[in-house]
């Protein structure tokens, strides 16, 4: 006797959008999700919105000459699969399987299927994660973030519909404040789940909830479906899995999660038999800057920045290119963490800060979260947006100055330390003005301005003229302290190609199942060990539709 048909853990984008498919060809669903309603949807809710399109009508009214091939060509040379992988051999096999799928999924029906759910998007594409290496290296060749109108909650908006339907159906219950603390096998196969009722709560999207105990259930279902997210609330296991070779991540870490990202689903897999692949993975961004009044633990956001600001290390000496604002996250992280720095810099003036900063999140973009066609066209005026202006006024780590020397010293007193030379910092600028003032320049960071600026959209509204630093009605400097931010989670649960689990020797376990971040966006890491950005919300919406059709 069951009590349900299927049982999906989580609440967020992924399991939403499995749940939703399984009710919609008739099955009955119970979701659990251990924190409030006040939290439905989970991450998603957050997120900017962005969506990795391939060939889209957005895409082709820029002129952009965009194809499957091209884009799956762009995923090959940033996953970086084991040897093998293509030919189903070796770890990756899933991995590069889920990753051919999804590249035709996002060049084929992905666009169609949401727009007829009545999602629409911000028609400027946006060029994420540029690379700047060799051909067949990571990046994106061109622009492919399309920013949903409504931003994450837009995505939503639909599946959120269509739970309410099926609640009124009688095919859906979502039971919040159920944490599973174990999965059900009997022979072998997973026949359900236990967890705890916890205490009710009033605490407002995102913030922490206690994890007191006031019951006990227990629960069967044909089918169990994990939805649980990643590890990146969780700092201890983060470290933990760090690689060895990327260095030391440092002692202080912001988060770009709610605390309820804490890897427990990958554990309820572990306990079950499930094989979790690719640990080390992760993808945490270099640019975080702490919220002043935050929401969660640690709570930071992520500056999404252009291409102009000098990128120093703790220390003040330059990254090397391409490691350049918004080229290659990873990449740069590494550089960072393998040479020990605590924190690194943003180094610019006001004018580029106008035109280039914008900040990741639902919450830090209200005219496109809330679709504010008025509040939109400033971001074409001059001037930051309104939230990025907030940070500036009112953030610690935005240091002002008119001059480089005077620049060194307040970035030194927010560190209490003496490691940026003043006459060192002042040379840097020096040597990036004279080059910029040359009219073309060899610095391939310059040369990268210039690139970007012959893509309409960069060059009206994301990447300032180039001009020296030091130009006075575009002043006055800034230096901006950045942190890493924690946030996806690229290994996960080993899955087929239809979602279900797989045990350490490759074969599926009975009755269990695994979508979004839980499991690497599909198959324990479609990303490999890099991500073109856009891919995250659509990956959950493409694991938890294989997950949703295949049960």
Same mark, same amino acid.
């Given at each position: 006797m069951t009590d349900t048909d299927v049982i999906v853990i989580g609440a967020g984008l992924a399991g939403l959008v499995a749940a939703t498919e399984l009710t919609r060809r008739g099955q009955r669903v119970i979701i659990l999700d251990a924190e409030p309603a006040a939290s439905l949807g989970g991450q998603a809710f957050w997120s900017f919105g962005g969506l990795f399109l391939v060939d889209s009508p957005e895409q082709r009214? *820029?002129?952009?000459? =965009?194809?499957?091939? *091209?884009?799956?060509? =762009?995923?090959l040379g940033s996953a970086e699969f084991a040897a093998g992988a293509e030919r189903g051999e070796g770890p990756d096999a899933m991995g590069y399987a889920w990753a051919q799928r999804f590249v035709e999924f996002a060049a084929g029906p992905m666009r169609e299927w949401l727009h007829e759910l009545g999602v629409r998007w911000f028609p400027l594409v946006q060029w994420a994660e540029r690379g700047g290496y060799l051909?067949?290296?990571h990046g994106n060749t061109l622009p492919r973030f399309h920013v949903t109108w409504g931003t994450g909650p837009g995505v939503l908006a639909p599946f959120l519909a269509a739970a309410r339907f099926a609640r009124s159906e009688g095919l859906l219950q979502i039971r919040f404040r159920h944490r599973v603390t174990d999965l059900v096998v009997t022979d072998g196969q997973v026949t359900g789940v236990r967890a705890d009722v916890l205490a009710p709560t009033t605490a407002p999207r995102g913030e922490p909830t206690s994890r007191e105990v006031t019951d006990q259930i227990e629960l069967a279902a044909h089918a169990v479906v994990l939805a649980t997210g990643g590890i990146g609330a969780n700092h201890d296991l983060v470290r933990s899995a760090w690689p060895e070779a990327a260095g030391t991540l440092p002692e202080q870490l912001l988060s770009g999660v709610p605390d309820g990202t804490d890897g427990s689903g990958l554990q309820l897999a572990r306990d079950a038999g499930g094989a979790v692949v690719h640990a080390e993975r992760m993808w945490h961004y270099p640019e975080g800057i702490a919220m002043p009044e935050?929401?969660?633990?640690?709570?930071?956001?992520?500056?999404?920045p252009g291409p102009s600001s000098l990128w120093l290390d703790s220390t003040g000496q330059r990254l090397p290119a391409p490691l350049f604002p918004g080229f290659d996250a990873l990449g740069a992280l590494e550089h960072l963490t393998t040479g020990g720095h605590p924190h690194s810099w943003f180094v610019l003036n006001k004018a580029i800060m106008n035109t280039e900063f914008a900040l990741s999140g639902s919450d830090q973009n209200p005219d496109l979260t809330g679709k504010d066609l008025r509040l939109l066209a400033q971001r074409v005026l001059p001037g930051a947006v309104g939230p990025v202006e907030a940070f500036a006024q009112h953030s610690p780590d935005f240091v002002w100055a008119d001059t480089p020397a005077e620049l060194?010293?307040?970035?030194?007193?927010?560190?209490?330390?003496?490691?940026?030379?003043?006459?060192a910092l002042n040379r840097l600028i020096e040597l990036r003005d004279a080059q910029v003032a040359s009219g073309l320049g060899k610095d391939p960071q310059i040369a990268a301005i210039h690139h970007a600026r012959g893509y309409v959209v960069d060059k009206r509204m994301r990447v300032a003229p180039p001009r020296p630093l030091t130009t006075a009605k575009d002043g006055p400097l800034l230096a901006v302290r950045l942190q890493v931010l924690t946030r996806k989670t690229l290994g996960g649960v080993h899955t087929d190609t239809s979602g279900r689990v797989l045990d350490a020797r490759g074969e599926a376990i009975g009755g269990l199942y695994a979508a979004g971040e839980a499991a690497g966006f599909g198959g324990g890491g479609v990303h490999g060990r890099r991500a073109l950005e856009g891919t995250f919300l659509a990956g959950c919406l493409y694991s938890g539709t294989v997950v949703g059709t295949s049960i």
């Open positions: 009214r *820029l002129g952009l000459r =965009d194809s499957a091939e *091209l884009a799956f060509s =762009d995923w051909a067949g290296g935050g929401i969660w633990s640690r709570h930071g956001v992520r500056i999404l060194a010293a307040g970035m030194n007193a927010l560190t209490g330390s003496s490691d940026i030379d003043p006459a």
